[in-house]
């Protein structure tokens, strides 16, 4: 779905953790509100937590949006 650029879209950022390496996202996602955003961490972490079964470790997500900093 493509929304017009006159609607305010709040940009989101999903960080990870894996033991001691951390990735900053240094882009962030647009997105139109705090539900888009879980639904997208929902989706991520299940992908993350996937990986990190198959891999034996264990990661840490964190989201925080622009308004944060």
Do not use: H, Y
Request: proline content about 3%; some cysteine.
């Amino acid at each position: 779905m493509i929304l017009p650029e006159c609607v305010f879209m709040e940009r989101f950022f999903f960080d990870i953790q894996s033991g001691r390496d951390f990735f900053a996202d240094e882009e962030g996602l647009r997105l139109p509100n705090q539900k888009a955003a879980q639904l997208e961490a929902l989706q991520t972490l299940a992908g993350i937590a996937k990986e990190s079964i198959s891999w034996g470790r264990a990661a840490r997500f964190s989201s925080r949006s622009a308004l944060d900093e």
